[in-house]
């Protein structure tokens, strides 16, 4: 996962799965890809390893 770029001072109320400051090392199962194009096209592309 690639660091969470700027974040310095993380707010303690914001419960979120931050990457501070250097990439975390990991082996995703799914991946979700999103694009849009001219004139209103669209595309995802949902990935995933069998199980």
Do not use: F, I, K
């Amino acid at each position: 996962m690639p660091a969470t770029l700027n974040l310095h001072r993380p707010a303690p109320e914001c419960d979120l799965d931050y990457v501070p400051l250097s990439p975390r090392h990991t082996r995703p199962d799914s991946a979700l890809a999103l694009a849009r194009g001219l004139e209103g096209q669209a595309v995802a592309v949902a990935l995933g390893r069998p199980s």
